[in-house]
């Protein structure tokens, strides 16, 4: 399975540069037009607080195409993927579900039942080769079966996946990173975690000489591409 670090490195930044990410749908490059989130440079919430509490903060917000059910689960995977560390928060702070959620109601309807048999599917797998709701295993139990997930292990085993269960996780992780690492207009990277966790100092129109110092990393801006007026709003 990836590791944090190494995800890390592929994947942060190519999608936080993207003023606008976007996403595949049908086989189709469309650009993703979400509706707009508190933009504000507060920063993070200390990670010591706890995923829970996080959780917990993010199931009040109103679903647009999740169900309850889905939501802690796919909650429970991204905490998984990029999981909150002594290196900083995770996918769950950075509301990568969120993202996601608001994307499947609009740009990524189309994948709407790819996930929700998918995770249907993850579900009854973990309950019959883990004795247990995926939420409930220990960690490392989580790990272990996303890597099944992963390479494939899970097709065939009467969970129900639509083909291998490796084009899930390929579909979940994509979105995880852009929801963790993309821009905060369209859901995740919530309080720039994302860009933080990278060390992405944010979009810039221009480069001063100060910013091309060797030796010295340029401030960073904690806006969306979005803040700035060469950049609409579909």
């Not at 936080?16 to 990410?21: H, M, Q, R, S, T």
């Not at 086989?27 to 010591?48: I, K, M, Q, Y």
């Not at 706890?50 to 917990?56: E, I, L, M, R, Y």
């Not at 821009?183 to 000489?209: E, H, K, M, Q, S």
């Amino acid at each position: 399975m990836i590791t944090r670090r190494d995800l890390l490195k592929v994947a942060g930044a190519a999608a936080a540069a993207g003023a606008a990410p976007s996403a595949r749908v049908d086989g189709a490059e469309a650009p993703l037009s979400l509706p707009n989130l508190d933009r504000n440079g507060t920063e993070h919430p200390d990670v010591s607080s706890g995923v829970a509490d996080v959780q917990q903060a993010g199931s009040r917000e109103p679903l647009l195409a999740l169900t309850a059910d889905e939501h802690d689960l796919l909650t429970a995977i991204v905490g998984r993927l990029i999981p909150a560390d002594a290196g900083g928060p995770g996918a769950v702070e950075a509301g990568a579900v969120t993202y996601i959620d608001r994307a499947l109601a609009g740009p990524l309807s189309g994948s709407r039942e790819a996930y929700r048999r998918g995770l249907a599917a993850l579900e009854r797998y973990a309950r019959s080769s883990r004795g247990g709701s995926f939420r409930e295993l220990a960690p490392t139990d989580q790990d272990s079966l996303l890597i099944d997930v992963e390479t494939g292990a899970a097709t065939g085993s009467g969970a129900g996946f639509d083909g291998s269960s490796a084009v899930f996780f390929a579909l979940l992780r994509a979105h995880t990173w852009q929801g963790t690492f993309g821009d905060p207009y369209y859901g995740g990277n919530r309080n720039f975690v994302g860009w933080d966790l990278i060390g992405y100092p944010g979009v810039r129109l221009a480069v001063t000489p100060d910013d091309q110092r060797l030796g010295q990393l340029p401030p960073r801006l904690r806006r969306s591409a979005y803040d700035n007026d060469q950049f609409h709003r579909a």
